[in-house]
């Protein structure tokens, strides 16, 4: 059984850079969602989709964050132009797509802006 | 949107005690989670529970949906229970978010 599977775990970058994180989540789970965690916080919402169609996003996702899923599989959180604040663990979660079912997340990338 | 609040923020036990952690939410819920969210940051999932009582081994939780609370219930603490708990939910309105919100978090330490 594999879960949530999300790389890199750790990533430093210098602010102005743009970096791209992966999630694989579990196989056959099809909604997927993006969360944002910053030390003494609970996870925040960032976006989720159904498939391949993203449902929602939260509007703490500026322009500079993009997300995307194109085959309804893995997903992939691009943040451009990074700032300090963008540093956080972006943490990512699968489950079977009903809204009464348990959701899965993975390890979580640690940003790191400097 | 949903607000949901826990406590106590911050838990001391001594190994072998029990204890108590409570969520509150704002509005009604169709869905409500309970996490273990560990020292190495992995979060995961004790209970799906929007209404009832659930146990599993040491760990119990029972959610009164009528009165907005859920409690989570740990007995014989070991110290491989440190960590923050998490309660989160999700709203229960017609054509609203699916989002899973979190509260901030129970963080507890349980000593040798």
């Known amino acids: 059984d594999t879960g949530v599977s999300q790389d890199p775990r750790h990533k430093i970058t210098k602010r102005g850079q743009n970096v791209t994180f992966r999630c694989d989540p579990i196989?056959?789970?099809?909604?997927l969602y993006w969360y944002r965690q910053t030390l003494g916080q609970g996870p925040e919402f960032l976006t989720y989709?159904?498939?391949?169609?993203?449902?929602?996003k939260s509007r703490l996702l500026s322009d500079r964050f993009s997300a995307e899923r194109p085959k309804g599989s893995f997903s992939t959180l691009e943040i451009q132009r990074t700032e300090q604040g963008d540093s956080a663990m972006y943490l990512c979660?699968?489950?079977?797509?009903?809204?009464?079912?348990?959701?899965?997340f993975g390890s979580g990338t640690q940003l790191s802006v400097l | 949107g949903i607000q949901v609040e826990q406590s106590p923020p911050d838990l001391i036990l001594q190994e072998g005690a029990n204890s108590t952690l409570r969520c509150n939410f704002s509005?009604?819920?169709?869905?409500l989670q309970w996490f273990h969210q560990n020292p190495w940051g992995q979060l995961i999932n004790l209970f799906y529970?929007?209404?009832g009582t659930k146990q599993n081994g040491r760990l119990s939780a029972t959610t009164v949906a009528t009165e907005r609370y859920s409690l989570l219930y740990i007995s014989s603490s070991q110290t491989t229970d440190s960590g923050v708990y998490f309660c989160?939910?999700?709203?229960?309105?017609?054509?609203?978010?699916?989002?899973?919100?979190f509260g901030k978090g129970t963080k507890l330490t349980v000593n040798p």
């Open positions: 979660a699968s489950s079977t797509g009903a809204s009464n079912e348990k959701l899965f």
């Open positions: 196989s056959e789970h099809n909604r």
């Open positions: 989709f159904q498939n391949e169609a993203q449902l929602e």
């Open positions: 509005d009604s819920v169709n869905n």
């Open positions: 529970i929007p209404s």
């Open positions: 989160a939910v999700v709203g229960f309105k017609k054509g609203g978010s699916e989002k899973l919100v």
